[in-house]
């Protein structure tokens, strides 16, 4: 069975430009979740998606950034623009369903660099 | 709010050595606490769990005890080897958000043969 896919591994940008992470999540999961880590500092929730409806966008730092998963399949978080505190490893994680002892599937992370 | 303090790194030990890594936290009731483990250039990767008071997880020679009196969630292995060198994040789930995880910021621990 795939595991949780990111792409890209690795992002280089500069300060005001644009970047897309794109997130596969495992087949049949509705429920997707953005997570990064800033600064080498704790993981912090992003949003969570359930299929295509956004569940809980607390996390989400400012309106730079917007995620979406339309069909609720894949899903995409666009940083427009970007700034230098946007550095940091941008997570996705998903599970079949979101009961308490759901067990979450994380992919390997998108490094982002804002230069 | 929740918060998750574990100690910082980089913690290096030799091989076989006896591993600690603390973790405490803030929460109100009785949340579940998680360890996980990124190897380099992998994922998160559930190492263990307890989801309540006294409970002990285990996994892959690891242990955590969940201390309700002390608010801690300690990490434990009696012999590291070089292959656990990875970055060891401890994380709780409140009891009233099943989905969401709070995670502390992460040790990352050096073994060296």
């Known amino acids: 069975e795939a595991g949780v896919t990111q792409f890209p591994s690795h992002s280089v940008i500069e300060k005001g430009q644009t970047v897309t992470l794109r997130c596969d999540p495992i087949?049949?999961?509705?429920?997707l979740y953005w997570y990064r880590r800033v600064m080498g500092k704790e993981i912090k929730f992003l949003l969570h998606f359930v299929k295509e409806s956004k569940q809980d966008e607390s996390g989400m730092p400012n309106n730079r950034f917007l995620a979406e998963r339309t069909g609720g399949t894949y899903s995409t978080l666009k940083v427009q623009p970007a700034e230098l505190e946007d550095s940091g490893v941008y997570f996705c994680?998903?599970?079949?369903?979101?009961?308490?002892?759901?067990?979450?599937?994380f992919g390997s992370g998108t490094q982002l660099s804002v230069l | 709010g929740d918060s998750v303090t574990q100690m910082e790194g980089p913690v290096t030990l030799s091989e076989e050595a006896f591993l600690t890594i603390n973790c405490t936290y803030t929460?109100?009731?009785?949340?579940?606490l998680f360890w996980y483990v990124q190897y380099p250039g992998e994922g998160l990767q559930l190492l263990l769990k307890a989801t309540k008071a006294d409970d002990k997880g285990s996994n892959k020679g690891f242990e955590a005890t969940y201390r309700k009196e002390t608010t801690s969630f300690h990490l434990e292995k009696g012999s590291v080897q070089v292959s656990d060198s990875a970055v060891y994040f401890c994380?709780?789930?409140?009891?009233?958000?099943?989905?969401?995880?709070?995670f502390g910021s992460g040790t990352r621990l050096l073994v060296r043969p």
């Open positions: 087949s049949g999961h509705d429920n």
């Open positions: 929460a109100t009731g009785y949340p579940s």
């Open positions: 994380a709780l789930r409140a009891m009233d958000s099943s989905y969401k995880l709070i």
């Open positions: 994680a998903s599970s079949q369903g979101a009961w308490a002892n759901e067990k979450l599937f």
